[in-house]
């Protein structure tokens, strides 16, 4: 299913969360609206739910106005960062529940919910209690329940957040892989840049209430619009420098930690603090009286110089990517 935005705006009282945001979402994509917190990706959500009302603008779903349409009308599945599932139930029963308030046949019902939990592979705890499992079990029997419906798009608000790092990893890659096989349509919100950069088809930034960019991960990673987007986006946030410093005709030059060459070059910058990760290591150094970081993979200490060449950068002028 295709949902559009258009000209979307909501208010609190006198503020304005969502400020005018129009956009297309297409059937099958992995659509991930990503802002920092507070920026009212989970009002947009809500929006798309029915459970928040909107102040202007259209939501369209395959070509029908659904804007006044309550959430059970909608056909749509949400999954929350906590999965709300019920503790004395089985993972049968909690799976099985939205399709026994529609009041279905228990032949179909035992069906559906196999079929949700093969697809999952959470076909050996059906008969156990949510309170006997993990937490990335519990997510993948959330998502079973919201599969079970066939909805025709689904909403998912930081689902992976309560899980610790490395079983979320494993559960994104899992969340994609379902995702592609439902061929459905996923809206996801979150604050975390490098679950967006991992899973989505296309991200959504959401600052002030719009979309500052929208665009597939590598375009935004490469070429971000702005240089509040390039700060957001990354490991790290981009580096920023005059363009006066660097004899370049732009306001400033943007680059990221591993967009340079360490251990030669013409440039020099001194260590002050160091971050491990992996293999290398960030160095958060002092240039020319601007803090940069750079990637490197060879030890260095705090108070060391290294030499360095940028090999890659972007231009800025007002804080926009400028045109090539
Ligand atoms: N029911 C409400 N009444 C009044 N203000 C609200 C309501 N819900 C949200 N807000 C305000 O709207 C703004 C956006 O909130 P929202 O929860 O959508 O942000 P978010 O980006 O999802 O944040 P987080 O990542 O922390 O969940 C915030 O300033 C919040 O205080």
């Given at each position: 299913?295709?949902?559009?935005?258009?000209?979307?705006?909501?208010?609190?009282?006198?503020?304005?969360?969502?400020?005018?945001i129009t956009e297309?979402?297409?059937?099958?994509?992995?659509?991930?609206i990503?802002?920092?917190?507070?920026?009212?990706?989970?009002?947009?959500?809500?929006?798309?739910?029915?459970?928040?009302?909107?102040?202007?603008?259209?939501?369209?779903?395959?070509?029908?106005?659904?804007?006044?349409?309550?959430?059970?009308?909608?056909?749509?599945?949400?999954?929350?960062?906590?999965?709300?599932?019920?503790?004395?139930?089985?993972?049968?029963?909690?799976?099985?529940?939205?399709?026994?308030?529609?009041?279905?046949?228990?032949?179909?019902?035992?069906?559906?919910?196999?079929?949700?939990?093969?697809?999952?592979?959470?076909?050996?705890?059906?008969?156990?209690?949510?309170?006997?499992?993990?937490?990335?079990?519990?997510?993948?029997?959330?998502?079973?329940?919201?599969?079970?419906?066939?909805?025709?798009?689904?909403?998912?608000?930081?689902?992976?957040?309560?899980?610790?790092?490395?079983?979320?990893?494993?559960?994104?890659?899992?969340?994609?892989?379902?995702?592609?096989?439902?061929?459905?349509?996923?809206?996801?919100?979150?604050?975390?840049?490098?679950?967006?950069?991992?899973?989505?088809?296309?991200?959504a930034v959401l600052h002030?209430?719009k979309f500052e960019q929208v665009?597939?991960?590598?375009?935004?990673?490469?070429?971000?619009?702005?240089?509040?987007?390039?700060?957001?986006?990354?490991?790290?946030?981009?580096?920023?420098?005059?363009?006066?410093?660097?004899?370049?005709?732009?306001?400033?030059?943007?680059?990221?930690?591993?967009?340079?060459?360490?251990?030669?070059?013409?440039?020099?910058?001194?260590?002050?603090?160091?971050?491990?990760?992996?293999?290398?290591?960030?160095?958060?150094?002092?240039?020319?009286?601007?803090?940069?970081?750079?990637?490197?993979?060879?030890?260095?200490?705090?108070?060391?110089?290294?030499?360095?060449?940028?090999?890659?950068?972007?231009?800025?002028?007002?804080?926009?990517?400028?045109?090539?």
């Open positions: 299913m295709t949902v559009e935005l258009i000209d979307i705006v909501k208010k609190y009282g006198k503020n304005i969360v969502i400020n005018g297309k979402i297409e059937t099958g994509e992995f659509f991930v990503l802002g920092p917190s507070g920026e009212g990706k989970s009002t947009l959500l809500k929006i798309l739910a029915g459970i928040e009302k909107l102040d202007k603008g259209k939501i369209i779903a395959d070509g029908v106005d659904i804007t006044d349409k309550p959430p059970e009308k909608r056909n749509v599945a949400m999954v929350f960062q906590n999965y709300a599932l019920y503790p004395n139930m089985s993972v049968r029963d909690n799976i099985a529940f939205p399709l026994k308030m529609r009041g279905m046949k228990k032949e179909e019902i035992m069906e559906r919910v196999e079929k949700a939990a093969k697809l999952l592979g959470i076909s050996e705890i059906l008969d156990k209690k949510v309170t006997q499992i993990s937490g990335g079990q519990q997510q993948r029997v959330a998502l079973a329940r919201a599969i079970v419906r066939n909805p025709s798009y689904f909403l998912l608000d930081e689902p992976l957040s309560n899980l610790d790092a490395r079983v979320r990893t494993i559960a994104r890659g899992e969340l994609k892989r379902i995702q592609k096989e439902l061929k459905g349509t996923f809206i996801y919100v979150t604050h975390d840049q490098k679950e967006a950069l991992s899973l989505a088809d296309r991200i002030k209430g665009s597939d991960p590598k375009t935004l990673y490469e070429y971000p619009k702005t240089k509040w987007v390039a700060q957001f986006v990354g490991e790290f946030p981009m580096n920023f420098l005059p363009g006066e410093l660097m004899k370049e005709k732009a306001q400033e030059i943007g680059f990221r930690p591993e967009w340079v060459e360490v251990g030669k070059g013409n440039l020099s910058c001194i260590v002050e603090s160091v971050e491990a990760s992996g293999e290398s290591r960030y160095l958060i150094c002092n240039f020319k009286n601007n803090n940069i970081t750079i990637l490197s993979q060879e030890f260095y200490d705090v108070g060391q110089e290294v030499r360095f060449k940028i090999i890659k950068y972007r231009k800025y002028n007002d804080g926009q990517l400028a045109q090539e």
